[in-house]
């Protein structure tokens, strides 16, 4: 039988308040929403569940934690009472969340019901309650991110990692944006000792929302520590030599170097500072102007040496390579100006104990003087690669031009050149 007119037009309007409802909730004008949404379900909105979830996210945001509970168990008392639930008495939450995603009809209103009643019943200490229901919001709709995230959480809180990895996962697959799954993915995976899918995970969960603080403060932590490991392999081989252990740590312009001895075993500190810089010096790090070198006897906590040094000390002052800077503006004035005004900083940063930089600015003295050659010759070399290739043409674009000036000629110019 069709519908009548009267209930068709019914609809529409319900329909109609219904979307105000929701253009309210995104507006976080959320008591408005909930006026909005309980009218338009008065007016008899179809789905109706698809309203009630709405209404109820939105007695969420206003702290009616009963009126959303009562809206949530509402759209999941119904389906329960539906003919698929009844003609299958035995299933529940927990049976659903072990049944393949095809076995389960697609309910994206009822899965958020289930989702939004797990997070309340785990607020209030039901874990197992709110279990079953993320469990079943994901029975009911496989590409919902969030009951994964939470019900991996869940897992974490119970110390089963690997079930929460896998829900990390399937998080992130169904939402490849999800900044906050892929930065508890990484704190899980830093934990079980995979530190390079860890540091992976921090830099997409940075990528996704770069307000992420806890994220990007573990990227740093971790670029530090594989720099220090870094730096303490780089000594390791030399300092084995003389049957001693290094770790080095950054920190601003000074690295600490802890020098490590067995009881017995002799070692000369005098001499350990050239070893170190003749291995450091030519990584040319930046920023670190000097090194505190600290020695320990294996077994005892007081240090036997601590001692600061210049890390570059005795190392000649970079060339100012003046002659390159006056090249450069012969060649290209627009670099030959900057040419000068590094050559004239390179000494100045070598009495300041900024080796770093004077070699900075010593090496880019040279890269001006060559660029300068490559773009002169580039644009001396244009004019005449086109004279030539014109040259090839069976009608050269200058005789062209020579031959329309002489037939623009007037007759007083053909006389006067006769």
Partial sequence: MAPSLKSVYQQRVAKLIYRRGVTHLRHQSYGKAVAALTLAIEKGFVPSAQAQVMRGISQLQLGDTAGAIADFEVVINAAANSSEELSKPESSPLELSSQAPAEVSLDIPLAQAYHHRGQLRSQSGDAAGALADWSAAIAYWPRYPEPYYNRALAHLEQEKHRQALADFGSAIAADQTFAKAYLCRGNLRHQLGDTAGA??????????????????????????????????????????????????????????????????????????????????????LSGVSHFQLVGHVEGIRRSEWNQSYDLYKGLPCPPSNWQAAFSALMLFPPFGIPAFIQAAQVKDFYKKGKYIEALSASKAVKGLCVAGGITLGFFTLLPLGYAAYDSMKEEPTFQVSKQLTESNKTPYQEIFED
């Fill in 199 to 284: 540091i992976a995970d921090w830099e997409l969960a940075v990528c996704n929302d770069f307000t992420l603080e806890d994220a990007k403060q573990k990227l740093a932590n971790s670029q530090q520590v594989a720099y220090d490991a870094e730096l303490s392999d780089l000594l390791a081989a030399p300092l084995a030599l003389k049957d001693l252990s290094v770790k080095v740590q950054h920190s601003g312009a000074q690295l600490s170097v802890h020098i490590y001895r067995a009881v017995g075993t002799g070692v000369n500190y005098y001499t350990l500072p050239d070893l170190i810089r003749e291995h450091l010096v030519p990584m040319q």
